[in-house]
């Protein structure tokens, strides 16, 4: 599995190289952002350990200094530094990534905090028509088709909405706070505030994919409802609002996590078609994805205006230099038109987002 692949090579890089600022993935024609090049929904921490030990315990109560070994078996970082993924103490990028930074044993891009006033106060009445805290796999309105974009925004996302702006597609964008290394999507001095703000504005869909990524069945209760509060917090001061739609990481959210949705406000989104594109990523394979969708279309042919709800991923290069006009090539054809959401479900605008209208 290629996602696996880069994971071991990172960590073998890891183990012999404290710093490793950058990698590129090989079909990647630019640098990837951060040293983590494929957060894809497939990918796995090696042992788990970033989520599955979040209430863990150890004995262990010393503080590891750089270069020291740290995890379950190991110990605690000490002031600033994270915990890597193979169990190293350190500061760098390659050490502090979300999501697979090890949460309990240091610190981590995840346990960072947006600024500005928490949302965790602003009402959540379930407004609208489209159920909260369950599952959606589907659309409503005949005809539509809703493509959503999964882990971005990314370096390749700018060059996508470029690809929407040709075929005048809106789509929904399921984003991450602060995942794969690239930094606070609400920090200025990077690329992503602006870019989020020209994404609300070309009429797409926000939505969160949680703050950093984790997998919201294996964390704490309050870890969970942290990942979904601080991303809220950093879309807010971007577009001044909180989204009503969330997709959750790995498509993996249990019985416990669906009550948090609920109570959170929160429309729980998934897809009737999976494009894979993060397991085709490669100008070899990624008519594999293509194929996935014509088989679809076809089969939406049966029942005349089926609707669709497909996922991709705008951090992969083949997705929006290649599939993703393809898509749109192949849902105008059919007679479909490519939609957010929102509006496949018949959803009005208005129900996306909770405005912060609080005073201060
Ligand atoms: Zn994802």
Known sequence: MPALRVLSLFTVLLT?????????????????VGSKPEPSSNRISTDGSAAENSTASHTVTHRVSVGGRCGPDAGHCGEGLCCSPAGYCGSTTAHCYAPDCQLDYGSCDANKTPEGRPTDDIPRPWIGSVPYGQGIYSCRAPYTFAMTFDDGPNIYTSDLLDVLDNFTAKVTFFMTGINSGKGEIDDFTTPWGALIQRIHKSGHQIASHTWSHQDLSKISPSQRRDQLLKNEAAIRNIIGGIPTYMRPPYSNCNVECMAD???????????????????????ETIQKSKDIVDKALARGQETPGHPFLAIGHDIHAQTVYNLTAYILRRVNDAGYRAVTVGECLNDPRDNWYRWDYRSN
């Open 16 to 32: 012999t190289a404290v710093s490793v600022p950058y990698l590129s993935y090989h079909t990647s024609r630019i640098p990837v």
């Open 261 to 283: 949705m609920a109570d959170l406000g929160y429309h729980v989104t998934y897809f009737n078609i999976d494009t894979n594109d993060y397991n085709n990523d490669d100008p």
